[in-house]
């Protein structure tokens, strides 16, 4: 999810590697919890959505770095074939593969998501995905609105809500009748007090990682507490814009708070930055995109 320099990147490489090689990490492999979360996401909308199909046979993706699968197999690099959205794996059974099987997938899903990617840059991903002429676009973005150097620095709520319009006008200008799922925006609080209890992580996160809300990760202070809280709610504020928009577009089907309520423990964290989900972390956006995808009723 974070949006790194391209200058700094091969010092942070280096530092990164050296400090796995230290701790003697493994990679992407893990294997953790799935149970379900608190709500926190705002008011859930009943609206009814005649017109879904439950089974779109092609798809195309857009929005960051967790639908790259950056850092779930190696250091800062992209992964896609990992991709809970689009990614081939089978032990990550991503959504392209349940629902066009293997083969499907491999021919009729694109992944447009680029890593570093704010809501301000989902209108040409969209563009993009528009020219497969794909039944299904997912999006997952807003993360790195709010993973900003600080809170002053954050995407305000009123822009990211402009951002976000532009987006389906310009999926909607060329595919009047193409489905898109929203994911919410993860939870970026849990991911902070998850990922401190590893020392490793840490001090990973000292480099740079989303420093609104990672920063100084141990304090514990009045200001540091005041500063993660108004990350937090800007998150919510954002999924609360997603919730509101895709209602207004009667084959937009928002994910009701699944990804935000989902309480990934540090198996579901990728073990080179502790950060973006492992390949366990991506099976199950994946599993949890089909069930939210393939259901007869919109979440609520």
């Not at 800007?234 to 937009?252: G, H, I, M, P």
């Amino acid at each position: 999810m974070q949006n790194r320099g391209h200058r700094s990147r091969g010092l942070v490489v280096t530092a990164v590697a050296a400090l796995v090689g230290v701790a003697g990490l493994t990679g992407c492999d893990a294997v953790g919890g799935d149970s379900p979360g608190p709500s926190g996401t705002g008011a859930r909308s009943a609206r009814p959505t005649p017109d879904w199909d439950r089974s779109p046979s092609s798809l195309a993706a857009v929005g960051d770095s967790i639908t790259r699968g950056f850092d779930a197999c190696s250091v800062l690099s992209d992964c896609p074939e990992v991709s809970w959205a689009t990614g081939t794996d089978t032990k990550v059974n991503s959504l392209a593969v349940r629902l066009l099987g293997a083969s499907g997938a491999e021919r009729r899903s694109w992944n447009y998501a680029v890593t570093g990617s704010r809501m301000a840059d989902l209108p040409g991903q969209m563009a993009q995905a528009a020219t497969r002429r794909p039944e299904l676009v997912t999006v997952m973005a807003g993360a790195n609105d709010a993973c900003r150097p600080s809170v002053s620095a954050m995407t305000s709520v009123a822009e990211f809500r402009i951002q976000f319009q532009d987006a389906l006008r310009t999926l909607r200008s060329a595919l009047p009748k193409t489905q898109v799922y929203v994911s919410s925006v993860p939870d970026l609080k849990r991911l902070w007090s998850e990922g401190r209890t590893n020392p490793m992580g840490k001090q990973i996160w000292k480099l740079g990682l989303c420093p609104s809300m990672l920063g100084d990760a141990d304090s514990l202070s009045a200001a540091a507490t005041t500063r993660r809280d108004q990350v937090q709610d800007r998150v919510e504020s954002y999924n609360t814009v997603l919730e509101q928009v895709c209602a207004k577009d009667r084959r937009c089907r928002f994910d009701g708070g699944a990804v935000f309520e989902y309480r990934f423990g540090t198996k579901q964290l990728s073990h080179w930055d502790w950060f973006h989900p492992s390949k366990n972390g991506q099976a199950r956006l994946a599993e949890l995109a089909y069930a939210r995808v393939t259901s007869r009723t919109p979440p609520k």
